[in-house]
């Protein structure tokens, strides 16, 4: 993707947010040089991968198959191995219209996604197999707002905004907007998008970037380079 098209879609979103009442914490503001100058005091936010996160996984075409991501607050591994302290995280997404998050599931997340508003939130479900694989032939059990629903291999909920589903690992998803775009609420466990995000197709988690301009802000993936 284009850093011009990366910066296009932040100012995009920040209205989006606006429109629905969505605040962003204050590092949402930051300059990549103001990052640069608060990286020590934020060391929390860059280890845990806060902030702008845009991806078309690879595939060169965002509005086709892509997704627009805030990460709010996540905690740490260890502490979710141990059990103790920040096992959580909060993330705000964007789904336009018929934009496909393609089918995946997560070996360690256990996430709520729930329609923030907007329009239809349309989630694919199908189960696993033994092994934990893609199983086009089974279904599951979720919860929509607390209550068990079964599901067919393959069924699509439909989503209303105020409405939730809360998927265990295991549980294989894909995503879109349905009759126009949705912003997106995830709390999960902590969030590791290096390594638990699990694609039934050979597909990647971020984009790379082709810096036609300069950054208005810096995504998550940017860190390495800019913050090391």
């Known amino acids: 993707m284009k850093r011009s098209r990366v910066n296009a879609l932040i100012e995009d979103a920040r209205a989006l947010f606006e429109r629905h009442g969505a605040v962003l914490p204050p590092f949402s503001d930051w300059s990549p040089d103001a ?79 729930i329609n923030r508003g907007g329009a239809t939130l349309v989630v694919e479900l199908f189960g696993s197999d033994d092994a934990g694989g893609f199983a086009e032939d089974r279904g599951g059990v979720v919860m929509c707002d607390g209550v068990k629903r079964a599901y067919l291999p393959g069924e699509k909920l439909r989503l209303a905004p105020g409405e939730s589903v809360t998927l265990m690992p295991g549980d294989w998803h894909a995503f879109w907007g349905e009759g126009g775009d949705v912003l997106i609420g ?41 913050l090391s």
Not at 70 to 75: A, E, I, Q, S, V
Not at 191 to 201: A, G, K, L, Q
Not at 218 to 223: A, F, K, P
């Open 35 to 113: 990052f640069v100058a608060q990286r020590d005091a934020a060391a929390h936010v860059i280890d845990a991968r806060c902030g702008w996160d845009v991806t078309d996984y690879g595939a060169g075409d965002f509005d086709r198959l892509g997704l627009f991501l805030f990460t709010l607050r996540n905690g740490r591994l260890e502490d979710l191995t141990t059990g103790r302290g920040m096992c959580y995280a909060e993330k705000l997404l964007i789904s336009r219209q018929d934009q496909l998050s393609p089918m995946h599931t997560h070996v360690l997340k256990a996430e709520d996604i």
């Open 186 to 226: 995830e709390v999960s466990t902590v969030n590791d998008d290096e390594t638990d995000n699990i694609f039934r197709d050979p597909i990647g988690r971020f984009s790379t970037i082709e810096d036609d301009v300069a950054p208005g802000h810096l995504l998550v993936s940017d860190y390495p380079q800019y």
